[in-house]
């Protein structure tokens, strides 16, 4: 009599739900990073709009908060480290899900490159003796080793980042606020900019660009998304998307609202690239202004290695959902047994984050910044089609006043493309990432449903129990939510 031999036992292929809500919260902060939001991209945004730079970041964070909502309706319905992709293609279908999916690829190592290269740019106060190239580098081969450690370890390391970057950015609003100017809401309600050397009234068309660039510096609160399958209440994840987006809409507008009432010289801040420096130099010593620029690097650290995290996550659902070939999504389901950290997943992120050094920054931006639209457009889709089918709006989070939502976020989506069709990198950029998700949709059929019996999607075995017995609640079937 022969004996069957047990078959070797293997990492299963989810995380241990060991973070609370607050943990969430802070890498998603982390991620997202109000600091660099508010120091790289808010300085431009200032240069653009001069004072107007307030009104674009309240209408923006109105933006933004239509958006946010419906993807935190859809990441509720289906909270997986497929991030939006993922939540996209439960509610719209498996298509949508995987072209979503695919179209990011390309991406990945784009925007955290874009992050890392940005420590060397605020590094240079203390004259460290290597070049950019050699910082950025170093920063990606650190940040790389940091993300093998276990989440609850990055927990910790990020909460201490965050707090430096939280009190870089109160900083800059307290010193605006104490040093507040009697004419102050005048700038507000009439604002001005620099052109030629002198003020200038900022016209309606510049407050709707600056109120799209500030809508986009506000955005990142559905990266919370990444780390859903870590949660120990994932269904409350709809919340704390929502939570996270108040608090950086808060910790960037405080900043740009001080740097405008409280700027001595308000002429040189709004002339300059780094418009918050100069605004603590008229204030403070050169000590504390290198202080802050250090806060700066350390935020734009803090982002890589959360999102380094964050999006390794994300990789190891791409292997889970079998989007490549069976060896591929072996690979990158690989995780270590101490730290369930999904190592082949993060090895790939660094050497391709690496690897897009030398490219310009105008063309990683140019391939980055047409996709935000594309994507948000799916959101509306989503909720209006979850809705219909019952597929969102059961869970803990339902966006506000339907249909509102999702008939303001086509509104926004017709007026962010508007814009960059107004402008010629605009129109390149929305030509581009038109052409990468066509390609993304072309895998999908033509790669993808060519397999024996086609291909779904599939994320956590106990997330897609959920999601079947609220498809068996609309069709009237019994389906028991757990095994």
């Not at 109160?170 to 001005?192: E, K, M, Q, R, Y």
């Not at 989503?382 to 339902?398: A, E, I, L, Q």
Request: net charge positive.
């Amino acid at each position: 009599m022969t004996t069957d031999t047990p078959a070797p036992q293997t990492v299963p292929h989810r995380f241990s739900r060991s973070l609370s809500g607050f943990g969430v919260i802070i890498l998603t902060l982390s991620v997202l990073s109000p600091g660099v939001s508010i120091f790289v991209s808010g300085g431009s945004i200032l240069q653009q709009t001069g004072t107007g730079a307030v009104l674009a970041f309240l209408v923006g964070t109105v933006v933004c908060f239509c958006q946010t909502t419906l993807i935190a309706e859809l990441g509720a319905a289906y909270p997986t480290a497929g991030y939006d992709n993922a939540a996209i293609g439960h509610a719209v279908g498996d298509w949508a899900g995987a072209t979503a999916y695919m179209q990011g690829i390309i991406g990945i190592p784009l925007f955290l490159n874009t992050s890392a290269i940005g420590i060397a740019t605020y590094l240079h106060p203390f004259g460290l003796p290597y070049g950019d190239h050699t910082i950025t580098f170093v920063t990606i081969g650190l940040i790389t080793v940091l993300s093998l450690l276990n989440i609850r370890s990055n927990e910790f390391i990020t909460s201490l980042f965050m707090l430096i970057e939280v009190v870089a950015l109160l900083l800059v609003a307290g010193v605006g606020a104490w040093h507040a100017s009697p004419d102050a809401i005048s700038l507000i309600t009439h604002p001005v900019r620099i052109e030629g050397g002198a003020f200038a009234a900022v016209a309606i068309g510049v407050i709707g660009i600056g109120t799209t660039n500030a809508a986009w510096a506000i955005a990142g609160s559905n990266q919370a998304l990444y780390f859903s399958e870590d949660m120990k209440r994932p269904e409350t994840i709809g919340r704390i998307i929502m939570l996270s987006f108040a608090i950086a809409a808060f910790l960037e507008f405080v900043p740009v609202l001080g740097t405008i009432i409280g700027s001595r010289d308000l002429k040189a801040v709004l002339a300059s690239d780094n418009p918050f420096e100069v605004f603590l130099a008229q204030h403070m010593s050169v000590f504390f202004v290198k202080l802050v620029s250090g806060a700066i690097a350390i935020a734009i650290f803090n982002a890589c290695l959360a999102g380094f995290v964050g999006i390794g996550r994300n990789v190891f659902s791409m292997g889970r959902t079998k989007l490549f070939s069976e060896p591929i999504n072996q690979a990158l389901m690989k995780m270590t047994r101490k730290t369930e950290a999904p190592w082949v997943a993060i090895l790939l992120i660094g050497a391709s984050t690496a690897a897009v050094t030398y490219m310009s920054l105008s063309f990683k931006i140019l391939l980055l910044s047409g996709n935000t639209a594309i994507v948000a457009a799916f959101y509306f889709i989503g909720v209006w089609r979850g809705r219909r089918s019952g597929r969102t709006g059961r869970g803990t989070y339902r966006s506000p006043l339907f249909p509102l939502m999702p008939i303001l976020g086509a509104i926004i989506f017709v007026g962010e493309v508007i814009v960059m069709g107004m402008d010629g990198q605009g129109r390149k950029s929305m030509a581009i990432s038109i052409g990468v998700w066509i390609a993304a949709f072309c895998y999908y059929r033509f790669v993808l449903m060519r397999r024996p019996g086609g291909w779904q999607m599939r994320g956590p075995e106990d997330i897609d129990r959920t999601a079947a017995a609220h498809e068996a609640l609309r069709d009237n079937q019994a389906v028991p939510v757990s095994a």
